[in-house]
């Protein structure tokens, strides 16, 4: 953790910590943003979502967890320890955005083949974590946008983390453009076998800065340390190690 005394909050004077990488980083007194380049505040909506569980009611949902689903073992609950549980509020970007991808291919499957036109649309929340190293499943999480509210340094528990953003508006909209494109020319290759003109058109609609809380689940069975990453606005699992069980 690096405190630069040459950055402080542009709100409340307080001292702005971060770590090299970060690019926006969020005042741990009193809520506000500042862009670490240039120590100006960031003038962007923030929001954040809240996380619904207590320290020992995520417990309750880990339990849960494991007691669900015919994949894992049996005794999974009962013989499971908790390590560690962490809840970090993670900085993402959502980019909604309207997506028209229009081809024009040859199918092959077939015979004679035929050429074949056609058109997907759909609307996005994309997301794009602002953190360069995690390993978070951001293609499964469904993020529940609904509950989106203002963010309130008040509402961060104490023993949470939040974490600085490592990507800007403008990187987290290019990533998204260029992950939604790839997305889209995916989906049209289903619809035919050689693609001979293809178009990804984009319709951005709005891009919004929030924190939304994670918890970090390290747990432990038959000697094996394992992990559970939970959504803590819903208390769904977005992904879970399951150790092999024994049939
Ligand atoms: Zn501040």
């Given amino acids: 953790m690096v405190v ?21 980083a969020t005042c741990t007194y ?17 929001s954040m979502l809240l996380n619904k569980f207590s320290e020992e009611q995520i417990e309750a949902v880990v339990q849960n967890w494991m007691r669900s689903g015919f994949l894992k073992p ?25 997506v028209t991808g229009k081809y024009k291919g040859i199918f092959e499957r077939i015979a004679p083949p035929i050429v074949k036109e056609g058109e ?7 997301l794009v974590l602002a ?9 499964e999480y469904d993020i529940p ?16 983390k939040v974490l600085n953003s490592e990507v800007d508006k403008t990187e987290a909209t290019e990533l998204a453009k260029q992950q939604i494109d790839a997305h889209h020319r995916y989906l049209l290759q289903k619809d035919v076998d050689r693609i001979v003109e293809m178009a ?10 929030l924190h939304a809380p994670v918890w970090f689940i390290e747990y432990e069975y038959k000697g ?19 150790p092999a069980a024994k049939f």
């Avoid at 953190?131 to 293609?139: E, L, M, N, Q, V």
């Fill in 145 to 160: 946008l609904s509950g989106k509210v203002p963010y309130d340094f008040r509402k961060i528990e104490g023993f949470a």
């Fill in 131 to 139: 953190r360069k190293a995690a390993s978070f499943p951001t293609r």
């Fill in 120 to 126: 997907i649309k759909k609307e996005y929340n994309w």
């Fill in 224 to 242: 094996k340390p394992y992990q559970l990453i939970i959504d803590g606005a819903t208390g769904l699992a977005l992904k879970g190690d399951i």
């Fill in 30 to 46: 009193c809520g506000f943003m500042t862009v670490i380049e240039t120590g100006k505040a960031f003038s962007f909506e923030h």
């Fill in 200 to 209: 990804v058109e984009l319709d951005m609609r709005q891009v919004v800065y």
């Fill in 74 to 98: 049996s005794d999974l609950a009962r013989k499971s320890r908790i390590l560690e549980k962490s809840l970090v509020y993670l900085p993402i970007w959502v980019v909604s955005v309207g």
């Fill in 4 to 24: 630069a005394d040459n950055i402080r909050c542009s709100h409340c004077g307080g001292p702005v910590e971060f770590k090299s990488g970060e690019i926006i």
